[in-house]
């Protein structure tokens, strides 16, 4: 298996795929509010903006800005679904999930990219709020009741403008 590295770039605009382990699950939409919480209860301890984010059947994508000299996203991500986790029943365990005291509900890894550009910035906000249409899900993106494209989203920070 390779050792990957992820980067540490303090204050980084970070867009991430978060996926469960089981692909063909509506965990995360039959249990928003669980998940809203995760997220409320995780920014107000380690605080970070959601600039967009779209939580769909059985993935979320989002676009987080980490505070002034803060570079720490990963542990975000391992409380977040930590606290999303303890709050569903548990997927279906594998040894290696007991090994490693895990619930089996999310796949283990999840994509990040740094944003580098404001072109890039407006690609991946539009990603996160087209990809219910991109699914099939809804004809439009204002569609879609999971999306940051509602303002009453209230995940703990209303996403910044960017148009």
């Known amino acids: 298996m390779p050792n990957y590295v992820r ?3 303090s204050s980084a ?3 991430f795929t978060v996926t469960l382990a089981d692909r063909g699950s509506d965990l ?3 249990e928003i509010d669980k998940l809203r919480d995760a997220f409320v209860r995780t920014i107000a301890d380690r ?7 779209v939580v769909l059947p059985d993935h979320l ?3 987080i800005t980490l505070p002034e000299g803060d570079d720490d996203y990963a542990t975000r991500w391992r409380v977040i679904k930590g606290r999303f986790s303890r709050q569903v029943a548990a997927g279906k365990l594998r040894a290696s ?5 895990e619930r089996g509900i999310w796949q283990r890894r999840y994509w990040e990219h740094h944003i580098r550009d404001e072109r890039d910035y407006r690609a991946h906000m539009e990603y996160c709020w087209k990809n219910p249409v ?3 899900l809804v004809a ?3 569609d879609w009741p999971y999306s940051s494209i509602h303002r009453d989203l209230k995940l703990g920070t209303a996403p910044k403008e960017w148009a």
């Open 134 to 136: 991109k699914h099939g």
């Open 97 to 101: 999930h007991l090994k490693r005291n």
């Open 7 to 9: 980067p540490r770039v």
């Open 28 to 30: 995360l939409v039959r």
């Open 140 to 142: 439009q993106p204002s």
């Open 47 to 53: 605080p970070f903006v959601i600039d967009a984010i």
């Open 61 to 63: 994508h989002t676009v």
């Open 13 to 15: 605009t970070i867009f």
